[in-house]
Nanobody, 126 residues
Framework: QVQLVESGGGSVQAGGSLRLSCVSS????????MGWFRQAPGKEREAVAR????????DYADSVKGRFTISQDNAINTLFLQMNSLKPEDTAMYYC???????????????????WGQGTQVTVSS
């Protein structure tokens, strides 16, 4: 069974940085997508950044392009989200999720991933 555990959230002032981590276990697919999603109070969940294991293609929400970077370290089964130049509107619960096995990078445009972590809170103050 796939398990995802996020960490790295916290409170930061606008303009600051945070790095989120997501450690995965039970993940044996050779082709999969992993991503970071967020949900603010009263808003729908949205995809922030997604990564396809086959070649490392990525997809970012327009609102975070140039500020956030998704990456992974397969040696330690960890997905990262480096968040720079944070804004108050980035405040949300951030979730790590994964979908697999997949057979193309179409998962970069999907939101209904099968496995989810418990989330980590990010709060950005102005």
């Amino acid at each position: 069974q796939v398990q995802l555990v996020e960490s790295g959230g916290g409170s930061v002032q606008a303009g600051g940085s945070l790095r989120l981590s997501c450690v995965s276990s039970g993940h044996t697919y050779s082709r999969y997508c992993m991503g970071w999603f967020r949900q603010a109070p009263g808003k729908e969940r949205e995809a922030v950044a997604r990564l396809y294991s086959g070649g490392g293609a990525t997809d970012y929400a327009d609102s975070v392009k140039g500020r956030f970077t998704i990456s992974q370290d397969n040696a330690i089964n960890t997905l990262f989200l480096q968040m720079n130049s944070l804004k108050p509107e980035d405040t949300a619960m951030y979730y790590c999720a994964t979908e697999g096995p997949v057979y193309s990078n179409f998962c970069l445009r999907q939101d209904n991933y099968r496995y989810w972590g418990q989330g980590t809170q990010v709060t950005v103050s102005s």
